[in-house]
């Protein structure tokens, strides 16, 4: 077994699966292949996740889910610093950054023990609820630090590295991106044909307020065509766009909940355009790669993380977001070949985002450390 291979990667994620998210779920594949590619590999994660607090081991992996209680839409969990001091020496941490509580930590234990980090930075989160205007204070105090200390942070799109480098001050040299991936489930041989009766549109992802997924509700409601939404997923948004829903008096959405891997690919079969109306990514969203990987011709908002995934393969809105929205649906409605073009387009480019790249991309970062 190589040297490197000998290190134990540890991914430390606020939240994990079930839990929904595009961050916990990228974590979650990348601990199970780095596992069956001969890693030692341990994730660090709260029972705020939906896991049953303890330590759960399979294979290479062992999962530990620690008491946590929620505070402002972060899961504290008491015992992170015990566990991050409690690390083996030959340890080298994988920070999934999105949340408070979680970098501070691993930055003072990094300091204190010498363990080397590596800070994968998944979105600058927007503030929100009564807390939000801290949270801006304690990214600027916080993650600028986190991020320069780190052995090596990954973006997640061009756009992103550069956040990382004006924003928090991270040498150029310290970044590397490394997009999103699909995983092979997702990829579907379709021959794409063009809705007759009605279009089908869908959405997949949590309902928070970055999704922004009230846009979409307020464009079907403007549509003169026959359509129908899906909604999937959950999130403390959704009884607010029940609300919305229910005012407008429209019966032509429906509201699926959470579901998993197998349960969505059927949705993008059943579907033929899928959306993503949020006002930030963190890049290369995970839902979008997803559904193009299914050929579903992706409408998205013209915003930081959704512009570089579908400037050349989807269709971008830009503001008044919903009126835009209404009018691209109808439009595509009204040519169907353009339908046809954008499917094809969303399978190839689907294809450049496969696991297999990313791992050995990821693998390539940690060579680098240990080094």
């Not at 979680?102 to 590596?118: A, G, H, K």
Request: aromatic share 10%.
């Amino acid at each position: 077994m190589s040297n490197h291979k000998l290190k134990v990667i540890v991914h430390v994620s606020a939240y994990y699966p079930p839990h929904i998210g595009g961050l916990e779920r990228v974590a979650k594949i990348s601990a199970e292949k780095l596992a069956k590619k001969g890693y030692k590999v341990r994730v660090i994660t709260s029972s705020s996740s939906g896991i049953k607090k303890g330590i759960e081991q399979k294979d290479n992996i062992n999962v530990i889910a620690l008491w946590s209680f929620e505070f402002a839409h972060t899961p504290i969990a008491p015992t992170l610093l015990w566990h991050l001091l409690m690390l083996p020496y030959n340890s080298l941490i994988h920070l999934h950054l999105a949340h408070a509580y979680y970098p501070e930590l691993v930055l003072f234990v990094s300091n204190l023990r010498r363990i080397p980090y590596i800070a994968h930075f998944h979105l600058d989160v927007e503030p929100s609820g009564f807390f939000g205007p801290l949270f801006v204070l304690y990214k600027k105090i916080v993650w600028a630090p986190v991020l320069q200390n780190a052995s090596m942070v990954i973006a997640c799109s061009q756009e992103q590295a550069l956040v990382v480098k004006h924003k928090f001050g991270v040498k150029k040299e310290n970044i590397v991106v490394i997009a999103n991936a699909v995983s092979e489930d997702f990829f579907f041989p379709r021959i794409y044909t063009p809705p007759t009766r009605q279009i089908r549109l869908l959405f997949i992802g949590r309902l928070s307020l970055q999704k922004r997924v009230e846009r979409l509700i307020e464009a079907v409601s403007k549509l003169t065509i026959p359509a129908h939404l899906t909604i999937v997923g959950d999130g403390e948004d959704r009884s607010k766009l029940e609300a919305l829903v229910k005012k407008l008096k429209l019966t032509n959405i429906s509201f699926e909940g959470k579901k998993n891997d197998k349960e969505m690919q059927e949705y993008h079969r059943n579907h033929d355009v899928f959306l993503i109306s949020s006002d930030k990514e963190g890049g290369t969203p995970l839902v979008a790669l997803e559904a193009m990987a299914a050929g579903l011709p992706i409408i998205g908002t013209n915003v930081s993380g959704i512009r570089e995934l579908l400037s050349d393969t989807g269709i971008l809105v830009n503001e008044p977001y919903a009126e835009n929205f209404t009018r691209v649906i109808e439009k595509l409605w009204h040519t169907p070949k353009e339908l046809i073009t954008l499917s094809k387009k969303s399978s190839e480019k689907a294809k450049q985002y496969k696991w297999s790249r990313f791992i050995d991309q990821l693998e390539g970062v940690y060579q680098n450390i240990f080094l």
